[in-house]
């Protein structure tokens, strides 16, 4: 009888201790955010606060040489301001349409960077009949800027892409130019551009170089849309704001086809041997940061810095990833997501392990909107979710997007918090950077999607309003919260 009774005492305490364990699961309370439902935005009006006269008096322009250290402060304008005709629903849809292609060229240029066997050595040279995918396509880009090519310097419209490494910018003569907003740079009126000799290292550092019967280099790249830029390789002086920055490497492109629109060519802002803070990082000491303001909410500008200025003192950093077949991305580990202030179960780090062959692992891209996380953690994220957002009216699937509400009449709602978990950083979203209008009739998505490839992307949504600070010298990639300010 004693043995009956000390084993019932001994059941009834495990289960008291098995509830004790599990009640603040069960009783925490939802976490939930405020949402004020605004429209989609209409287009920007483009306007420039740096209008500098074409001039290149040392009076007037500060000339950085390789040992001086440089700071700079640029407007970035998303892609829509050079659409300003267009209704905000036409432009959403192109948003969407661009994003899904370049979401498309990331993975095929990382799964051709894995399956290449052994990686190219530096300094090889695979020739023009090679299809090489060296970067984004320029027209997939969705910020730009306006800075000064040659001496003096001409002001031209440049996209700026965290996804793509080379420079260029469409050159006269041309053999095939597409429209853009500007009158098309003519090397021969600027006194610092320089051809690059085929043997030199800068030539050697191309994934698809050549050369002209002159035996100076030419470069060619070709983007995962089929869009291709081709011309000669060169240095120019590129003028940001007052700052000069000499010897840049570029591509002056003369034969340019594709899906680019607008702005007259590219800055790379990659992590390749080519791009620009690889060639220029000793003059910022490598160090640059952006803001992407949420155009719904704000009419003032997004913005860049390069410098020490770039980093904020309130930044949380997580540590940068190199894929071994692949320099030119920025890969960060994501540990887990909570919804409503809880981590879902099924999102695990296995998730977004990047394997030693450079499969997997997680991207920050600027040029990509949407962010899109491996399939089994957005459908456990995306349930939580839908669990947490329960007592708002259900609408139907709009695109990629599949969890959407109709929130029309609503002035104001609660919505689950959602933070992403990064080594070393957690980052809590604002609710307008997952849950954003798609329509003019009050229809709200969750702004997230599933993909089967094995890699995930951080796209520009989810980056708005924070200050995400590349600090190269450090590796590592900072955030902070209400960072365009």
């Known amino acids: 009888m004693a043995d009956k009774s000390n084993f019932t005492l001994l059941f009834s305490s495990l289960i008291f201790l098995l509830l004790l364990s599990i009640s603040p699961a069960v009783s925490a309370p939802l976490q939930l955010q405020t949402l004020l439902p605004r429209p989609l935005p209409s287009p920007p009006t483009l306007s420039w606060t740096d209008s500098e006269p074409e001039s290149d008096s040392l009076a007037e322009l500060n000339t950085v040489t390789s040992n001086a250290t440089l700071e700079m402060h640029l407007e970035l304008h998303h892609l829509d301001a050079l659409s ?166 570029l591509g002056c492109g003369h034969d340019n086809e594709g899906l680019f629109v607008g702005a007259a060519g590219l800055l790379g802002l990659g992590r390749g041997r080519l791009s620009f803070p690889t060639q220029a990082g000793r003059r910022f000491n490598r160090k640059f940061s952006y803001c992407l303001v949420d155009r719904s909410a704000s009419s003032k500008p997004s913005s860049m810095i390069f410098g020490d200025a770039a980093i904020p003192r309130t930044a949380v950093f997580t540590p940068l990833l190199t894929n071994p077949k692949l320099d030119t991305f920025y890969y960060v580990e994501l540990l887990g997501i909570s919804v409503g202030g809880a981590r879902v179960r099924g999102v695990k780090p296995s998730l977004f392990k990047m394997d030693q062959a450079g499969n997997g692992g997680v991207i920050i891209d600027s040029g990509t909107s949407v962010t899109r996380l491996t399939q089994p953690a957005y459908i456990a994220m995306r349930d939580a979710f839908r669990i947490g957002a329960s007592n708002l009216k259900r609408a139907p699937d709009f695109s990629l997007f599949d969890t959407c509400f109709d929130l029309s009449g609503k002035t104001s709602v609660k919505v689950p918090t959602l933070v992403l978990h990064f080594r070393g950083a957690d980052v809590p979203l604002p609710a307008t950077n997952y849950l954003i209008p798609v329509d003019s009739s009050g229809t709200f998505c969750f702004a997230f999607a599933g993909t089967v490839s094995g890699l995930s992307i951080i796209g520009n949504i989810q980056q708005q309003s924070f200050r995400v600070a590349f600090d190269l010298a450090g590796s590592r990639i900072g955030f902070a919260p209400r960072g365009c300010s």
Do not use: H
Request: proline share 7%.
């Open 84 to 249: 300003s005709e267009e209704t905000p629903e036409r432009l959403f849809d192109l948003r969407l349409q661009r994003d899904a292609l370049r979401a498309e060229t990331i993975y095929s240029l990382v799964s051709k960077a894995v399956a290449r066997k052994p990686p190219r050595a530096p300094g090889v040279r695979s020739g023009f009949s090679s299809s090489i995918i060296s970067g984004l396509a320029q027209g997939s880009g969705e910020y730009f800027t306006r800075l000064g090519v040659g001496t003096p310097p001409r002001y031209l419209f440049m996209v700026l892409d965290t996804g793509s490494d080379v420079v260029w910018v469409q050159c006269s003569p041309c053999k095939n130019c597409y429209s853009q907003t500007d009158p098309i740079f003519d090397p021969t009126k600027s006194r610092s551009f320089s051809g690059i000799p085929c043997g030199s290292p800068l030539c050697r550092r191309l994934d698809s170089s050549g050369c002209n019967r002159r035996r100076m280099c030419l470069y060619q790249v070709s983007y995962g849309d089929g869009s291709v830029t081709f011309g000669d390789f060169s240095t120019e002086t590129l003028t940001f704001r007052r700052n000069r920055v000499g010897r840049v490497a």
